[in-house]
């Protein structure tokens, strides 16, 4: 049993990285492949990722991990401007910084659970963004946002061009780089910038896989399943829910530190409680607690985010034009409301039906599915043997181990 | 010296004195249980025991040092282990899960953090587990979920997480509240051979004076926060004090 599990989250794990890197190619065809929209399916993947480090598997409710997204951002960009335009050293200087603003704003609120642990974190996140905005402008530069300066001192590697601004780069390969590759009438856009978040997201998709399946991971499913049983367990659950935490605040910091890397410029707008609100949404419409969900969940909503939004009423108008005039104005006047500036409210009628008859996500929808098909094709096996009288040894081991089943049970 | 030793103990909830001057030893080893009427203060006697409660006054001592002001997970670590009266499991995780986590936090102590390391390399622990289940009779089950366990399986997977730690000490909150005959036999029997085999010493607060006589050594009666008798249970069923505790005073004498 567990070392079948071992070898499924083999195969999940190389299906994950062959999707994620074949990403241009994919989402081409939906009109979403192009360099900064596949960015933010990365970043915000591993935003979500390390959010349900915290709220799925302790169940603690986090409404304010914008701000260590936001923190991310400054602490990378600072380093970009002080230190070097390599990205390296802001990416590891921002987790640590966000990780010990994790271990503040955790050591206090963890102090509290339920709602009470949400609004503290609420509270915390929306201190980070006012302040941001007024006591600390020498830092975060107010409205106007922290961006790159033909000034900065950049003591590393200074020295370089004259008159222009640097841009991020990764040992000389910078961020904005991009080959395009026409393919079947398509252009793919193989971008430097989308690469590198992409790798990041395997690997802290790999970290949070080996969280789940560690002992520390099954503590924190107890801690959510009952914390007071596990005191009388003999366990201080306090430092263990700390350190889930202080680990989904870095990756949060990771995130931010990205985004800045793809497009150097912080505002304090991305600690907004908006922006909170946004990584819980992802978490539950993907699966809470399940290992790909929130990545799923992050890319549908920045897909509508990005998407959706654009389809404006011309655009709407294109769709229909082979209609009759009546009918088509009667269709453009239905739809409209739901796209283009509306696109919130497409989303939040997917969000009720999702949460309404999928509690679990869509990896329970996709679970579903897959059980759909198990039993239809092992209905179709019975009835062959049923023909043929006599059924094999073969079959009937392959049917207790079908994959379908067992991944409904661990879901 | 008895393993648990508590020196006049006091506890006060406003105008209610709860217990009052409660003196107990339980020996290293015994069966001990504590018995009395509703609101004797049975429960809040116990709740001092494992840190819930700290009394106003007075003493608890297991193996020469004091609980008093010990956390619940301490007291745990410290070598008490508690079976609650409704059953406390971890509903959403495996049998045997349930089973490997206490048998975590006896390894490795009340904190240690092993984030990368892989559930499926703890062969000792799970193999200890799945023993402690093979006694308990729950290992065919073990990759069920817990939530869908009838209550007196529940009771078995809660010893059977009290046991994979070795307590010293383990305290039963009326381990058969609720059940049917024939569970309730089951459970004294498991009880028993526990206490045989393992060397555990049992506090046993009971309301079934059918569990009580059929597995305690030594019987604390405990009336109105005060323990009015101390003494073998053969010579606890006759005892005049226990009968008036229980039946209040008799006029024909």
Redesign the interface.
């Known amino acids: ?3 079948k ?2 070898t499924s989250d083999r195969a999940l794990m190389v299906l994950f990285t062959v999707f994620v890197l074949a990403t241009p190619l994919l989402m081409a065809p939906l009109g979403a492949g192009y360099p900064d929209l596949m960015q933010r399916f990365a970043i915000y993947g591993i935003f979500a990722i390390g959010f349900n480090i915290l709220f799925g598997l302790t169940g603690y409710l986090s409404f304010g991990h914008a701000a260590f997204l936001g923190v991310g951002s400054y602490s990378a960009l600072w380093m970009l401007k002080l230190l070097s335009i390599n990205i390296v050293p802001a990416i590891l200087f921002s987790v640590v910084v966000s990780g010990l603003f994790a271990l503040l704003i955790g050591f206090i609120s963890l102090r509290r659970s339920g709602i009470y642990f949400s609004i503290l974190t609420l509270a915390f996140a929306q201190m980070s963004y006012n302040l941001a905005y007024s006591v600390l402008t020498p830092i975060t530069n107010g409205e106007t946002g922290l961006q790159l300066d033909l000034e900065d001192p950049r003591i590393l590697d200074n020295a370089s061009e004259g008159g222009q601004l640097a841009s991020p780069s990764l040992f000389g390969l910078e961020m904005g780089d991009t080959a395009v590759v026409p393919f079947l009438g398509m252009d793919l856009q193989f971008n430097v910038g989308f690469y590198v978040s992409a790798l990041v997201l395997i690997g802290m998709f790999y ?1 949070s896989l ?2 789940f ?7 924190l ?2 801690v ?3 914390q ?10 306090r ?2 829910t700390l ?1 889930a935490f202080v ?1 989904s605040g870095m990756y949060a910091g990771l995130a931010g530190a990205l985004l800045v890397c793809m497009d150097p410029l912080a505002g304090a707008e991305r600690m907004q409680w908006t922006a909170s609100g946004e990584v819980v949404l992802m978490t539950i419409m993907g699966g809470v607690g399940t290992l790909i969900g929130p990545v799923l969940g992050a890319g549908i909503i920045k897909y509508f985010e990005n998407i959706f939004s654009r389809i404006n009423d011309s655009v709407i108008q294109d769709w229909f034009s082979a209609l009759p005039d009546g009918v088509a104005d009667v269709l453009v006047a239905v739809v409209s409301p739901f796209l283009g500036s509306g696109w919130h409210i497409s989303l939040g009628l997917i969000f009720m039906l999702v949460v309404i008859f999928l509690p679990g996500g869509l990896v329970e929808g996709a679970g579903r599915i897959m059980n759909l098909i198990t039993r239809l094709t092992q209905a179709r096996k019975t009835a062959s043997h049923r023909s043929d009288d006599r059924p094999s040894d073969d079959d009937v081991s392959s049917e207790k181990s079908s994959p379908g089943s067992v991944n409904t ?1 661990e879901s | 010296m008895g393993i648990l030793e508590v020196k006049g103990v006091n506890k006060r909830f406003g105008g209610l004195l709860a217990l009052d001057d409660v003196n107990l030893s339980v020996q290293q080893n015994t069966v001990h249980a504590i018995i009395g009427p509703n609101g004797a203060g049975k429960s809040t006697l116990l709740n001092c025991f ?1 840190g819930k409660l700290v009394p106003d006054s007075g003493t608890v001592d297991f193996n020469n040092s004091s609980l008093l002001g010990l ?3 301490q007291i ?2 410290a070598g008490i282990s ?1 079976v ?1 009266q409704t059953p ?6 495996s049998i045997l ?1 349930n089973v ?3 048998a ?3 390894r490795d102590g ?2 240690h ?8 390399k ?1 062969t000792t622990i ?1 193999e200890q587990a799945e023993k402690i289940l093979q006694d308990v009779g729950l290992i065919d089950e073990r ?1 069920h979920t817990a939530s869908a366990m009838s209550r007196g399986n529940k009771r078995r997977l809660e010893m059977a ?1 009290c046991l994979v ?1 070795k307590p010293k000490l383990l305290l039963l909150d009326e381990p058969t509240a609720g059940m049917a005959r024939a569970d309730t036999n089951n459970t004294i029997d498991l009880l028993k051979t526990i206490n045989e085999a393992h060397e555990i010493t049992f506090v046993v607060i009971e309301h079934d004076m059918h569990v009580v006589f059929s597995l305690a050594d030594r019987i604390s009666v405990l009336s109105q926060g005060h323990v009015i008798v101390e003494d073998h249970p053969s010579n606890i069923k006759g005892h005049p004090k226990v009968q008036e505790a229980y039946l209040g005073t008799t006029e024909t004498q």
């Open positions: 049993m567990l070392k599990l071992r970290l080996r969280i399946r560690s002992p520390f991971g099954m503590i499913r107890a959510k399943s009952n007071t049983r596990l005191n009388y367990t003999g366990f201080n659950s430092p263990y350190t680990i049970r | 494992i956390e619940p997970y745990n670590q508690r609650f406390e499991v971890f509903s959403e995780l899960e490997m986590i206490p975590f936090a006896h009340a904190f953090l092993s984030p990368f390391k892989s559930l499926a703890e799970r990759h997480m730690q």
